[in-house]
């Protein structure tokens, strides 16, 4: 079946007791048992759900992948992601620009359980062959990144790592299954934060794993239920909702990303701009070729924390707000906001300077985005 056809259907069949075209949200911790060890495969709801189990296949199906397991955020979804690949004394290669969170996770939480951690510009090839040690177990990318949108090549990170025995993991939040598909392109696990262009709505957290290898598969539904961080039946009711119009969604935000690009790129205020549509964006052609879309994350330098917040005190559609991939429009500072977690001096390396915004561009009409916009630069 097609893309659009599989977001709608896949994993989801009319309601056995009712009929009901829709899956019901089955808000139940448990389930009834007619003797011992003799039931219909439904024993207790952190082990098997019909709500969640539906968005568990059908995100298995739009990301190509042998199952998917679903979670209460996008970092409970990598978290299980290091349960299922790390132990003590491995080691793990990431991308130097993700998520603020993912990093405060591995360097934080994960690195005090005996792992060590090589952060690399996963963009440079040759850095990330120089990372490897015989004990490197997996290479985590974000493409692009949060919120610089560096683009990472998925198909030849994933050859180097299959050298060994190396697991490739990609956080596709920012694409989302639509625009980009790693699986398909050579990695063995892809996450997601559900909370952003899946669900689409702002309205839920909740993070999903999808799998290649059967045994990996195996493992990790085995943590989430052995761990338990499992995505509720109503989560998984909005999610698999949201996931219907994804398609429809994710051509708007694109659209509406391309114009956005184009209007900041002609501001005077604008000292630099980061959206890989445009052909002066470093990472451009590689994004032609993996991804069939460009998106609608943007972010763009103001030149300074004073330029930053006038213009962010200014907005008025746009939401000053953390998270992305909703219908409306959200904006955000990752210096102080996203990425505050991110060492300052680790920051402004990466390009996360204090003038740094990013925005989350909705489907929303476009000219009443930009008289947004053009209100707040008014201010600098
Ligand atoms: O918020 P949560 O559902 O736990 O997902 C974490 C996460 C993982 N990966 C990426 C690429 C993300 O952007 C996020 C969350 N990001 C934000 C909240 C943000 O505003 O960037």
Redesign the pocket.
Known sequence: MGFKTDAIHAGQEPDPSTGAVTVPIYQTSTYVQEGLGKHKGFEYARTQNPTRMALEKNMAVLERGVAGYAFA????A?TAITQLLLKQGDHAVCSDN??G??FRLFDKIVRHFGIDFTYVNTGDLAAIEQSIRPNTRMIFI?TPT??VMAITDIGAVSAIAHRTDCRVVV?N??MSSYFQRPLELGADIV?H????YLNGHSDS???IVVLKRQDDAERLQFIQNAAGAILSPFDSFLVLRGIKTLPVRMEAHNVNGMAMAQYLSAKKQVQKIYYPGLPSHPGHALAKKQMSGFGAMLAFDLGSLDNARNFLSRVRLCSLA???GGVETLI?HPAT??HASVPAEHRSKLGISDGLVRISVGIEDIEDLIADLENAFAAL
Do not use: I
Request: glycine share 14%.
């Open positions: 955020s996008g970092m409970a990598e993700t998520y969170g993912t974000e949060n919120p956080d939040t920012f996450v934060s559900t909370t952003k957290v909740g993070g953390e998270s992305l955000s906001m996203t």
